[in-house]
């Protein structure tokens, strides 16, 4: 409050607000055309030795910082991204911290032209800054600063413009993040550097939850096969191209159509696919036939190469697999590859960004291939492969999850998983003659059985977790009305970090009491209806998960792409205590 009293103390001569801060430039990244979409950058500078208040300020006493753009006909503003905030203390008040915006600031917002644009009659639109300006000693009156431009002909911002805007939507999580720092490192560091930055960033989509099925298949897949580690290697590099072939493929299709990324996998015959093969990889780990290329292509060949062509095969199929690992270098990549409406340059981005996710299923293969190398590899060999054949069935029935109703597959897997160990400890007759080995086997029996007792007793006991209400913009409307924070969870049915959030986040209890606070909205996009197309426009969902979350005020706080933690989430929500 000390704040207060110190802004409505009148000083002789005080400052002109309007000369506080000034709007240095407003301009377009690329030209405004029907049908197409840009994106405006407006750069402000604060005098040295003010600051305004940022977009959220931490007390609501305090004013916000606000950017309005007013755009002409035929033009629709999207949401305004604004810089990061900094947590100052002043000289006046060393008990109280402040989100504050000082320096040199970039806002950014998307402008979209529909059909019917034109740029030959001009494009004006007006952009008013709304702040309140303090020192260290006052607070001056609320002011507002206002320029128009004209869109039809606005150039380009500067580059270090742009480099700024993009460190804001980091912090921020707007939309434009990743696309804007990504699309810095391939201009101020050429192609090289920028290829080297995304391959980078396809290692790092190891870390989230969606290629888990990738770690199975692998494991299964390339323990099945035999001979030198030169020809593994070969094999696995097969692997990893067909990853990296239909993963850019369906990347550059999606970016291209401005679909939701990953949506292949709500089709039920593309499940179903998937399913059928695992289940026939899975027949050949059990022993029921020896999985060979046609003759025909063998014979085309000139050498017979068990294994290559079934490799790639895989890979193209697991490519699908790996469709939904949004992060955010994923979500700016599509927005790269929209904004270039270059196929060729998207297919490039995706193939570099697939190759760097399959390059650790390389060492994966090779590691699982080796299995038929070690020593005494006689019947406890049938042992393994038709432990990978149990796999190989398990994670059949976790892609055909979506096509069953109320998730029955994934709440069976667990009692799947202990049965199959049950059998393997106790009753496969392979692998029982070395008796080191039959000592292994009844101790993942014993583990199995333990296990699947402990999940018996679990299901007589209810597990809280974070109740969402399906998503209706009545109730959205009413908990804006009544002042209350909302979050907002957008999934499908087909989305693998989704589930996995399921099973981790929205469990943890410290979550579940923390969201207790919110009302909670979950949208379900696996439908691919007008409904669901408005929700995904509206929101600015690329792909899911996206949690979306939205104080007291109405406002969107944060916008998240991606598998979020039981801790993040936590941190996210205590965000608005």
């Not at 704040?3 to 405004?32: C, E, F, N, W, Y």
């Not at 000082?102 to 950014?108: D, E, H, L, V």
Request: proline content about 7%; charged content about 10%.
């Amino acid at each position: 409050m000390l704040v207060l009293m110190r802004a409505a103390i009148a000083l002789a001569g005080p400052p002109d607000p309007a000369a506080i801060v000034t709007i240095q430039s407003a301009a377009l990244d690329s030209p405004l055309a029907a049908g197409r979409a840009s994106l405006l950058v407006v750069t402000a500078h604060i005098a040295d030795g003010w600051h305004i208040n940022s977009d959220h300020p931490l007390g609501h006493y305090y004013i916000p910082t606000r950017l309005s753009v007013s755009p002409p006909t035929h033009v629709t503003a999207g949401a305004i991204v604004y810089p990061p905030a900094r947590l100052v203390t002043l000289a006046f008040a060393p008990a109280e911290k402040l989100s504050v915006f000082t320096g040199a600031i970039a806002f950014k917002v998307a402008m979209t032209a529909d059909a019917n644009f034109t740029s030959a009659v001009g494009a004006p639109a007006k952009i008013e800054l709304h702040y309140q300006a303090c020192n260290d000693a006052q607070c001056l009156r609320p002011a507002s600063v206002a320029t128009t431009i004209d869109l039809s002909a606005a150039p380009p911002p500067a580059a270090s413009d742009t480099s700024n805007a993009g460190t804001g939507a980091l912090s921020d999580g707007g939309l434009a993040t990743s696309e804007t720092a990504i699309a810095g490192v391939f201009a101020a560091h050429g192609y090289l550097i920028g290829l080297l930055v995304v391959l980078l960033g396809g290692l790092a989509l190891n870390l989230t939850p969606c290629v888990y099925p990738l770690i199975g298949v692998t494991i299964a897949y390339f323990g099945n096969e035999s001979g030198a580690p030169r020809k593994v290697i070969v094999l696995a590099s097969l692997y990893v191209l067909g990853i990296a072939l239909m993963f850019s493929a369906v990347g550059v299709a999606v970016a291209l159509s401005g679909g939701l990324f990953g949506a292949a996998l709500q089709n039920p015959y593309v499940l179903a696919g998937i399913a059928a093969m695992l289940l026939t990889l899975a027949a050949s780990s059990f022993g029921l036939f020896v999985l060979q290329p046609p003759q025909w292509i063998m014979r085309r060949a000139g050498v017979a190469r068990p294994g290559y062509f079934g490799a790639l095969l895989m890979g193209f199929g697991m490519g699908v697999v790996a469709a939904p690992c949004i992060g955010p270098i994923v979500l700016g990549l599509l927005l790269m590859v929209q904004r270039s409406q270059s196929a060729l340059f998207g297919f490039v981005l995706f193939f570099t960004l697939a190759i760097g996710l399959g390059l650790p299923y390389i060492a994966l293969a090779v590691a699982a291939g080796s299995i038929r190398r070690l020593p005494r590899s006689g019947e406890w060999l049938a042992w393994i492969e038709q432990l990978f054949g149990f796999i190989l069935v398990g994670l059949a029935l976790y892609f055909l999850d979506p096509v069953v109703p109320h998730r029955l597959i994934t709440r069976s897997l667990p009692y799947y998983a202990a049965a199959a160990g049950i059998f393997l400890g106790f009753a496969s007759p392979a692998g029982r003659n070395w008796r080191p080995f039959l000592i292994l086997r009844s101790v993942l029996g014993m583990v199995a059985a333990g296990a699947l007792i402990y999940l018996l007793i679990q299901s007589r006991r209810t597990v809280p977790q974070v109740a969402f209400q399906a998503f209706d913009p009545t109730l959205l409307q009413a908990a804006k009305s009544a002042h209350r924070p909302i979050v907002i969870d957008f999934s499908a049915d087909w989305c693998v970090p989704c589930r996995e959030m399921e099973r981790t986040t929205f469990i943890d209890p410290a979550v579940v009491r923390e969201a207790a606070g919110f009302v909670r909205l979950r949208a379900n996009l696996t439908a691919e209806n007008s409904a669901n197309q408005a929700l995904i426009k509206e929101f600015g969902v690329v792909g899911v998960p996206t949690t979306v979350f939205i104080d007291a005020n109405g406002i969107v706080r944060k916008h998240r792409v991606g598998y979020i933690g039981p801790a993040e989430f936590l941190k996210d929500l205590r965000e608005f205590d």
